[in-house]
């Protein structure tokens, strides 16, 4: 089964509002995560780094101001994209490190349109 | 910092053909490198990985990656292509140490599979 869990699988949003996405650790502890973001036809960039309990890392060229990583809990990372425009529809997928090593878990992804 | 080549786009084999897809990497150390494939509208599922080892790799679905430090290559194959391996396929690089999960990904290589 599913080792991360992201929500929702898919999402539509009018423009100018907030759409928020969770990725979620199932049976473990995820200190740890990352989020990507996938526009049509390219590939995976990712956007930020989401530790628990403290602030997220982003890359260059991410707003932080636009897109609010959370990880507030060892099990749940959040990411909310604020004020949201039509140029951010995209697929965004998060993915964590596994406790014993060398492992990595991806999410479902979630695409998001805005509209 | 790290980066991902995948010189091929889109690649076309007729079915039963043998595959290779390529990938050469640009790190400073020993890299983590990975293949994933997805599908149309859907997340990603991890082919195969090499952290240490055998240079050459086992993965699932019947593919092997082999990696060449001298060629910065982590060459993706199969010897008989079936149509359900029709997707797009990314290599990905990712650091060593305390943060293996952060990856870097390539362009990625669209396959299509002909009957």
């Known amino acids: 089964g599913a080792v991360v869990s992201q929500h929702p699988s898919w999402v539509i949003c009018k423009s100018g509002t907030s759409v928020k996405i969770e990725c979620r650790s199932l049976d473990f502890q995820a200190t740890t995560m990352f989020w990507y973001r996938q526009f049509p036809k390219q590939s995976l960039m990712l956007m930020a780094t989401s530790n628990e309990g403290s602030k997220a890392t982003y890359e260059q060229g991410v707003e932080k101001d636009k897109f609010l990583i959370n990880h507030a809990s060892l099990t749940l990372s959040t990411l909310t994209v604020t004020s949201a425009h039509p140029e951010d529809s995209s697929f965004y997928i998060c993915s964590t490190e596994g406790n014993s090593g060398n492992t990595i878990y991806f999410g479902e992804g979630s695409w998001l349109t805005v509209v | 910092a790290q980066s991902v080549t995948q010189p091929d786009i889109h690649i076309t084999v007729s079915e039963g053909a043998s595959l290779e897809l390529r990938c050469n990497y640009s790190?400073?150390?020993?890299?983590?490198l990975f293949w994933y494939v997805q599908s149309p509208g859907q997340g990603l599922q991890l082919l195969l990985k090499y952290f240490s080892g055998d240079t050459l790799v086992q993965g699932i679905k019947g593919f092997e990656a082999e990696f060449k430090r001298s060629q910065s290559s982590f060459n993706l194959r199969k010897p008989s292509v079936h149509w359900s391996d029709a997707a797009e396929y990314f290599c990905?690089?990712?650091?060593?140490?305390?943060?293996?999960?952060?990856?870097?990904f390539g362009q990625g290589t669209i396959l299509t599979v002909h009957p």
């Open positions: 790190y400073g150390a020993t890299p983590y």
């Open positions: 990905a690089v990712g650091r060593g140490g305390t943060s293996y999960g952060k990856l870097t």
